[in-house]
């Protein structure tokens, strides 16, 4: 891990002031989430247009992908939750159009859902058909830490968590990596579980504030 | 960590879509490359098409909304004359090379299996009709929750009272459509149905709805829940049979002279003049269309007995339908 003095490099983040730029350093990715696009493609979605959707597909399927494949870590699954993804999307965008929030949001949520719903599906699986130190072996839950290996380096959310401390990491890795609730990670770590919400509660914090991403109005 | 916890919606909170992204973007990830984008969505617009046969081709506004095309002297819409089928029924189902794929022996057959206690077999079922039970419910309750919650019940009374299904309940997906829908008749019927759902595909997470379902056996019966397996039922295909006109096969029963299929229409689109050989059934899942003189909505329910005939049945905003009928109606 390179950052040897955390507090330093996260203050220096911290005061170049204002919001960091998203941008990844892949040039396909969208420069911001562009609202203003999306909106009138997903009101024609709604209204059942082929082309819109077209559209929409190929401004979003590259993060929608990067989502998917993170939480599932497989790429067949994350190919098949990309699928159920823009399948939802499609049904559901009418329900969508008369709502509100932003649609890159939206779509990451539903993304998001359905990987853990495969993820879980997965778990609950291999639960049954193997025993519990096998999936150890899997390296399911054992080795849950984002390691500088993980990150794409020099990314400004990367060097956020890496100022992090350890333990605030492992938090964050078990539930956004391994979807274990509160209390799993809790058991995991063999820590209270008060201790564990607080991490989380100022990791994503810290995520939402220095990253300029959209406080508790979070899209449904 | 031996007990899968219900607290787990705190997390779903607050890890929205927004941090998932952010993270994901610090995390590496694999990349597509512009093949692996352009087959994905091939295979999305695939699945579309394949809940709705004509909905990649649904134009944004109907050219002419209001007018059904037989108020006027020529038909502005419909099919074009010369291509306008005639003959009977079977004939446009079975020509060129329309796979005769479920037929009504193997659904009877899944239900005396279910009677005897083969979860297998209900599992089966399941998966060829729970989308279109799912949807006429939803079209009739207009609420989600309550239409995942009958079709629960409606699976669960299938499993209870499979034994009682007899050729003379008609067709196996007919007995079973009946059973949805005085279900959800009996919850209730909500006063405005037109804003819901417009697809085929319920966009519910059929796995665990189907996980419930067995579990809910477990807990009725005893033994033990079959875990979801992958899907062993391969869907039959959509086929235009005429232009604007798709179709699903679903069973066909030559001995009663008796076919289940789903039925789409492209806006606009008349389905040809015909008379009944045998009892018509027709239940309305997505759109409107007019049968004659009425105009049904999502969830209704048609019935012309033998002998009838129907002049003008005609989709103004494009519609699904399951109907059940014989092959040998003569188109006029």
Redesign the interface.
């Known amino acids: 891990m390179q950052p040897q003095n955390p507090e330093r490099d996260s203050a220096s983040i911290l005061t170049r002031g204002g919001r960091l730029s ?1 941008r ?1 350093r ?1 040039a396909h ?1 969208p420069k911001e989430p562009d609202q203003e696009v999306l909106a009138p493609l997903i009101s ?1 979605v709604a ?4 082309i819109a ?2 559209a929409l ?2 401004r979003t ?3 929608v ?3 998917a ?3 599932a870590r497989d ?1 067949s699954d ?2 098949d939750i ?2 159920d993804t ?3 999307a ?3 965008a ?2 969508y159009a008369r709502g509100r929030g932003d649609v ?10 359905r990987a ?2 495969v993820v ?2 997965r778990r ?2 291999s639960r ?1 058909h193997s025993s ?1 130190a096998h999936r150890e072996g899997d390296g399911a ?1 054992g080795e849950a830490t ?1 390691s500088s ?4 380096s020099g ?4 060097q956020l ?1 890496s100022a992090m401390p350890r333990l605030r990491q492992q938090v ?1 890795a078990l ?3 391994h ?6 990670i809790a ?2 770590l063999s820590l209270p579980i008060g201790t564990v919400k607080s991490h ?2 100022r990791a ?1 914090a810290v ?2 504030s220095t ?1 300029g ?2 406080g508790n109005g ?2 449904r | ?2 007990k ?2 219900t ?2 919606h ?23 490359d512009q093949d692996a ?1 352009e087959a ?2 091939e ?3 695939a ?2 098409r394949d ?1 709705e046969p004509f ?4 134009p ?2 109907l050219a002419s909304a209001g007018q059904p095309w037989f108020a006027s002297e020529k038909p502005s819409v419909g099919l074009p004359a010369r291509d306008t089928p005639t003959g009977t029924l079977r004939d446009l189902l079975y020509a060129n090379k329309f796979k005769v794929c479920g037929n009504e022996n193997e659904w009877v057959e899944l239900l005396r299996s279910i009677a005897a206690g083969n979860q297998l077999a209900l599992r089966s079922l399941y998966e060829r009709t729970y989308r279109i039970v799912f949807t006429l419910i939803l079209s009739i309750t207009n609420s989600f929750e309550t239409a995942e919650e009958l079709t629960l019940t409606v699976f669960q009374d299938v499993w209870r009272r499979a034994s009682t299904y007899g050729i003379a309940s008609g067709s196996v997906l007919g007995w079973i459509m009946d059973q949805a829908r005085s279900a959800a008749i009996n919850r209730f019927r909500a006063g405005d149905r037109r804003h819901e ?3 085929l ?1 319920p ?1 519910f ?1 059929s ?2 709805l189907w996980e419930r379902l067995a579990k809910r056996i477990v807990v009725a019966d005893g033994g033990e829940a079959l ?2 397996t992958r899907r062993d039922h391969s869907e039959p295909g959509w086929e235009e049979i005429a232009p604007g006109i798709a179709c699903k096969l679903l069973a066909s029963d030559e001995e009663n002279d008796r076919v289940s299929m789903l039925v789409a229409l492209a806006p606009g689109i008349g389905y040809p003049p015909h008379s009944h050989a045998g009892l018509e059934e027709l239940h309305l899942l997505i759109g409107e269309l007019w049968i004659d003189d009425r105009k049904l909505c999502p969830g209704d329910y048609h019935r012309a007995a033998a002998g009838t005939s129907d002049r003008r049945v005609w989709s103004e905003t494009g519609c699904t339908c399951v109907l059940m009928t014989s092959p040998s109606d003569v188109l006029l």
């Not at chain 1, 890159?104 to 859902?113: D, P």
């Not at chain 1, 990314?155 to 990367?158: D, E, F, G, K």
């Not at chain 1, 979807?179 to 799993?184: A, G, K, N, R, T």
């Not at chain 2, 997390?11 to 597509?32: I, N, V």
Request: hydrophobic share 45%.
């Open positions: 998203l990844g892949n990715w024609r209204a059942g247009d082929a959707f077209n597909y190929d399927v590259d993060r992908f990067a989502v494949w993170c939480i790429r994350a190919e990309l699928c823009y399948e939802r499609w049904c559901r009418h329900d890159m949001a939206w779509l990451l949520t539903l993304c998001r859902s853990i719903d879980r599906r609950l699986r049954v519990f839950v984002l290996h993980d990150f794409e990314h400004s959310t990367c968590l964050l539930a956004f990596c979807d274990l609730s509160h209390q799993e058991t995991e989380l509660r994503i995520l939402r990253l991403l959209p979070a899209p | 960590m031996t899968r916890p607290d787990s705190d997390l779903r909170d607050t890890l929205d879509g927004w941090l998932a992204d952010a993270l994901s973007r610090a995390l590496r990830s694999e990349q597509l984008r994905l969505k295979r999305v617009l699945r579309i809940l909905a990649l081709r649904r944004v506004r759902v417009a697809t595909h966009v997470d796995e665990s875990l979801p």
